[in-house]
């Protein structure tokens, strides 16, 4: 499995900008990179996940280098609900361990009213 | 949004005796996970199940350990013989593909005395 760093915590201000970075520099040519959060008392959410292009949703933004070592979730305008640990994980979803999501310590992010 | 139902939403056991989780995914994915969470602790992978079996395992899924999809539409964990290391948080999740990303339910907390 590819192994990910990602800082033990953010802050950031309501209706501010967030970027969460996630190194993963072992990460393998075929590995998706997923963004999951887990509000509190809460199940693991799914954000977004890409390969190599950048990619958008409804919900975050999400940055990938070219060499794909790293990658950073943007989230563009913070609200008190995006407070949550921010999981980024490389998942070998076409492989043959589709499904097992290895889960770090994540980000903790703070928003500020 | 289609969500993935998990009942009990906290279950309390003595040691030694059996129990069920129960899961519901959404109704068209295929790819079927359990993973649990100990207090404190990060979310861990148990087993993957797709066509009828089971896909991949962890460490932690020993012999005291089951899962089934007995009517197409539940999914549930078995846990023969509790520990009271069993304690923690249980979230089933589901995919379509998991090319998609994967949709967690809220879990069931279970509680071993």
């Known amino acids: 499995d590819a192994k990910t760093t990602q800082p033990n915590s953010m802050e950031s201000n309501e209706e501010e900008p967030v970027h969460l970075p996630c190194n993963h520099s072992?990460?393998?040519?075929?590995?998706?990179i997923h963004w999951y959060r887990q509000l509190p008392s809460q199940g693991p959410e799914y954000v977004i996940h890409?390969?190599?292009s950048n990619v958008n949703n409804r919900m975050a933004s999400l940055a990938i280098a070219e060499d794909r070592k790293s990658s950073t979730l943007i989230l563009h305008r913070a609200t008190l609900r995006d407070a949550a640990v921010y999981y980024c994980?490389?998942?070998?979803?076409?492989?043959?361990?589709?499904?097992?999501?290895?889960f770090g310590q994540g980000t903790i992010l703070t928003v500020h009213p | 949004e289609p969500e993935v139902t998990q009942t009990p939403s906290h279950q309390v056991t003595q040691m030694g005796q059996e129990v069920i989780l129960r899961c519901v995914p959404i109704?068209?994915?295929?790819?079927f996970y359990w993973y649990r969470q100990i207090l404190g602790q990060k979310v861990e992978f148990l087993v993957s199940?797709?066509?009828?079996?089971?896909?991949?395992k962890s460490e932690i899924f020993d012999d005291q350990f089951s899962v089934e999809r007995p009517d197409g539409s539940n999914f549930t964990l078995k846990i023969r013989s509790t520990k009271l290391e069993d304690s923690a948080m249980y979230f089933c999740?589901?995919?379509?593909?998991?090319?998609?990303?994967?949709?967690f339910g809220s879990g069931t907390r279970l509680t071993v005395v």
């Open positions: 999740a589901s995919s379509r593909t998991p090319l998609y990303g994967y949709t």
């Open positions: 072992t990460i393998s040519g075929t590995d998706y």
């Open positions: 890409g390969l190599t």
């Open positions: 994980i490389p998942d070998n979803a076409g492989g043959t361990s589709y499904g097992k999501l290895t």
């Open positions: 109704s068209n994915h295929l790819y």
């Open positions: 199940f797709y066509n009828n079996e089971i896909s991949e």
